[in-house]
């Protein structure tokens, strides 16, 4: 470390500066510098032509929403059966609202669906600033409908599915939940969120003590909502940022990650403090030595394992949950 690296850099484990320093070396300047196009180009995956997660069955969707339709990807684990209704969770792949595709996911989702014995369906949805909100969020709620309706033919037990998301795709899977929540639908089993951009006051410590850490700094955060929302956006609505709702009273479970060194930590944070504080059961974990962007990086990152176990566990731990209480039901409607 020379005398100009920033306090935080001390709090990197060995993995995280090499990666570090190879973002440094592929971005030319800051993404918010960048632009949409270039900041696509340089940062957009590439699929993968031998998956570190080979599965079984990996097969290609579309889904109609009311602009159109979108792409999406099914992850079936290994030994589980069309035939038979399996659980799902519902991913939602991160990238600012602007960047971020299905390929860009493809590890942790076959990783997900291998470790949890979930079905995992990825979605696409329209990326800003082309397609402002609410386009993504509509795409997303309309895909979720979707899925339900479509569950049997697919193999999924419409009465368990879930939904996650990474950074702009955890802001997306909490604001499904108030959405459905508001309109009085059946809400997801579980909602998995890994450092999710949840807040659009941009005040909490992290985002001045993280302001320039590795991919995501502070000015690329905010660069990144602008472009989602608009900047003439008056702030404040929940469904853009959820942590501004009146109350997030009788949301779903959830699990909530985080990266130690990331400027929106303490926002997601404080987000599943609130959830807590309301009434709703969460388990949140933040992984020390890494920044935002981590969970992805599979077989990059020893904390990307970590975190991925921790969802499989979680998804496991909810899945048996479900069949005790149906258990239990069964046995209350014999007595009965």
Not at 103 to 118: F, H, K, N, T
Not at 119 to 148: F, G, H, K, M, Q
Request: charged share 20%.
């Amino acid at each position: 470390m020379n005398d100009d690296a920033p306090a935080w850099w001390n709090l990197l484990d060995d993995q995280a500066v090499a990666v570090a320093g190879m973002i440094d070396q592929v971005l030319p300047k800051p993404l918010h510098e960048l632009g949409p196009e270039q900041a696509r180009a340089l940062v957009d995956s590439a699929p993968s032509t031998e998956p570190i997660t080979p599965l079984d069955h990996v097969g290609q969707l579309t889904v109609s929403t009311r602009a159109g339709a979108i792409a999406a990807r099914l992850y079936r684990a290994d030994g589980t059966s069309s035939d038979s209704a399996a659980p799902a969770l519902v991913y939602l792949h991160g990238g600012g609202f602007v960047l971020g595709t299905l390929d860009g996911a493809d590890e942790l989702c076959r990783a997900i669906a291998a470790g949890s014995g979930w079905t995992v369906v990825s979605l696409e949805y329209r990326l800003a600033p082309e397609n402002p909100y609410p386009a993504a969020l509509e795409d997303c709620v309309d895909a979720y409908a979707w899925l339900i309706r479509s569950a049997p033919e697919l193999g999924i037990d419409p009465e368990r599915i879930a939904i996650g998301g990474d950074s702009a795709g955890g802001n997306l899977a909490a604001a499904l939940c108030l959405y459905r929540r508001e309109e009085g639908s059946a809400l997801p089993v579980a909602q998995v969120l890994a450092y999710p951009a949840v807040d659009d006051t941009f005040t909490r410590p992290s985002w001045s003590d993280f302001a320039d850490a590795p991919l995501l700094g502070a000015a690329d955060a905010r660069w990144f909502w602008e472009q989602y929302v608009g900047a003439g956006h008056p702030g404040g609505d929940p469904l853009a940022a959820p942590m501004r709702a009146e109350s997030l009273h009788g949301l779903p479970p959830a699990l909530v990650i985080t990266a130690e060194v990331d400027p929106i930590r303490d926002d997601a944070e404080a987000y599943a403090q609130r959830l807590r504080e309301e009434g709703i059961p969460v388990s949140s974990t933040r992984y020390p030595g890494v920044f935002h962007g981590f969970v992805t990086e599979v077989s990059v990152f020893a904390q990307a394992e970590r975190a991925i176990d921790e969802v499989c566990q979680y998804l496991r731990a909810e899945q048996k949950n479900w069949s005790f209480d149906r258990k239990v039901g069964r046995i209350c409607e014999d007595i009965d």
